[in-house]
């Protein structure tokens, strides 16, 4: 990534935070010319994100990234809810991995972010500029003029433009989108701790109308413990070791003798963009949602939006969709978004209470709910976490209560070369078609099965594991894999669709039996836009990855 003074780029991305360089690192693996420019010198090293989801997990997969992250994380991380006497209240523990990786995992933002950045490194077309703060954007129907400012100001000009620059965003900001929600009166003395002085694996939240407080154990021994703030406390008494000392005395046996890293005060945000897009800009990340920390969702949501808004910036910008599919980035986004926000607005409200009358109400409430069995699932298992859906956006239904707008689930399957895949190393990065029992040239038919495979999507014929190895229906085109543990049957067997269109965020695009596949594979093309073959002058040959998970490196099949 050498720097460049001025050169014009494809996309340019503000900001080097864990969404702009996982959005950077995605167009990079799509070929896309792109320039993260960066007002500080260096990547943050302060108190942020603890908790990585397995849908964020999924994305660092996707894009080679994960054996790299992984070092630095903490899997099926066990979260408990205790009273003022920390006797426990309620446990989340979930055990499903059903999208490949464990649902709670603690990780160490600043180690993970300096992977994300070291994996630009493999691209020749994506550069980071650090102090070089944008200054000003100018739009025309054609592109966007960007002006940085820095020891020697520049000017890039870039089809498109992504804010993910934070709460305080110059990108939203520019674009004159409003900001809409509340900010907490209540703040929060975040401390990160080496040589975790517990050293147990245990993450708490302490529901205590004294002082809310929250402890975690995340990767490396390092602890992190989070305390209320009350309203006669000042920011300046926050930072006084002494009051650091006081905090963690209920928690730790010698609360003088710890090891901190780094401490930071915050308030929490319950705020999302009035607009996602505005022409030739759009936003993602805290830029375009804010959210208290109480569900663990900031960081995860904003990779969400990199992984929704990269594979549809990248089909636009090398010609095989027409803009308008960025269209449905706010349409698919905003709903998900808005659901976590008031998820994790509504965690924090009861944790947080600081009257005892409510607080007891309160814990007797939570006590009586996990009597029944049913509830106590639903929060032991996160079941209350709210998953993304599309009703619209960059999908077709056809039936009512289809599996479409969701996320396809990754088991892992058997190739004939290697076992234990994890299903989407087989996918690849792109559009894919999956069938169950059917060989997906023969079910498409000629002219679809060409305008699939001219977008570069991958064919996936999906098998009992007796029929892995039978060769009478092999295609040069088609990947053949094996039903492993029987979680792929067991998924089909639930639905009547036997037929899948995966995006490459592996959102189901659509889904139908196998004799409607024709109808609706040129319906898909007609509603994401999608041009077969098609290729913009200005994008570089697409970048192939060297598969990073021991499983990928086995995977043998069509590109």
Not at 149 to 172: K, L
Not at 368 to 383: G, H
Not at 421 to 431: A, E
Request: aromatic share 6%.
């Amino acid at each position: 990534m050498t720097e460049s003074r001025t050169q014009d780029a494809a996309v340019v991305v503000v900001g080097a935070g864990p969404v702009g360089l996982t959005l950077a690192n995605i167009l990079g693996l799509q070929g896309v010319r792109t320039i993260v420019v960066e007002e500080r010198s260096s990547l943050i090293d302060y108190p942020r994100g603890v908790g990585l989801d397995d849908e964020a997990l999924r994305t660092f997969q996707a894009i080679g990234l994960v054996d790299a992250i992984l070092p630095h994380t903490v899997p099926n991380q066990i979260l408990r809810f205790v009273d003022a006497k920390r006797r426990l209240l309620a446990e989340m523990a979930p055990a499903d991995a059903r999208f490949g990786w464990p649902k709670r995992n603690g990780f160490v933002q600043p180690l993970v972010d300096a992977e994300l950045l070291r994996g630009l490194d493999r691209f020749e077309h994506v550069e980071v500029w650090w102090e070089r703060p944008m200054t000003s954007c100018t739009q025309t129907p054609d592109a966007v003029t960007v002006e940085l400012g820095g020891a020697e100001p520049a000017g890039v000009q870039a089809r498109y433009v992504v804010g993910c620059d934070g709460g305080r965003s110059t990108t939203r900001r520019l674009m004159g989108v409003s900001f809409d929600g509340t900010t907490s009166s209540t703040r929060w003395l975040v401390v990160d701790v080496a040589n975790d002085p517990l050293g147990h694996p245990n993450s708490e939240v302490g529901a205590d109308p004294r002082r809310p407080f929250v402890s975690i154990s995340i990767a490396h021994g390092i602890r992190r413990f989070e305390f209320m703030i009350h309203a006669d406390e000042s920011d300046e008494q926050a930072e006084d070791p002494a009051f650091l000392a006081r905090m963690l005395a209920p928690l730790v046996p010698h609360p003088d003798r710890v090891d901190v890293i780094r401490r930071r005060v915050y308030t929490h945000h319950s705020r999302i963009a009035g607009a996602f897009r505005r022409g030739r800009m759009l936003l993602a990340g805290d830029a375009a949602h804010l959210m208290p920390v109480w569900q663990g969702q900031g960081y995860n949501s904003g990779i969400r939006d990199a992984a929704n808004l990269g594979w549809k910036l990248a089909a636009v910008i090398n010609g095989q969709a027409d803009d308008a599919l960025l269209d449905t980035y706010d349409v698919e986004r905003r709903k998900h978004a808005r659901a976590m926000i008031d998820l994790s607005t509504l965690v924090g409200r009861v944790i947080s209470p600081t009257n005892r009358r409510v607080a007891a109400a309160r814990d007797l409430l939570v006590r009586s709910a996990s009597i029944v069995p049913s509830l106590k699932r639903y929060v032991l298992e996160m079941r209350f976490k709210p998953m993304p859906r599309y009703e619209t956006g960059a999908v077709v239904h056809t039936v009512p209560d289809s599996p479409v707008g969701t996320l396809f689930v990754q088991p892992r399957v058997d190739l004939r070369e290697r076992q234990d895949v994890l299903l989407d190393d087989v996918l690849g990065t792109g559009f894919a078609v999956l069938c169950w029992n059917n060989n997906p040239r023969e079910i498409l038919g000629a002219q679809e099965f060409a305008n699939w495979k001219a977008i570069g999507a991958r064919f996936v014929a999906a098998r009992p594991q007796t029929q892995l190895h039978w060769t009478g229906h092999d295609d040069p085109d088609v990947v053949i894999v094996g039903d492993r543990d029987g979680d792929l049957k067991g998924w089909f067997d639930s639905h009547r669709e036997s037929v899948l269109f995966l995006r490459p965020d592996r959102c189901i695009a659509g889904a139908c039996i196998a004799q409607l596949a024709g109808e609706l594979s040129a319906k898909l093309f007609d509603v994401l836009t999608l041009t077969p073959g098609g290729s913009h002058a200005d994008s570089p040959v697409l970048y192939v990855p060297q598969p990073t998970t021991e499983s990928a490196r086995a995977v043998a099949g069509p590109p």
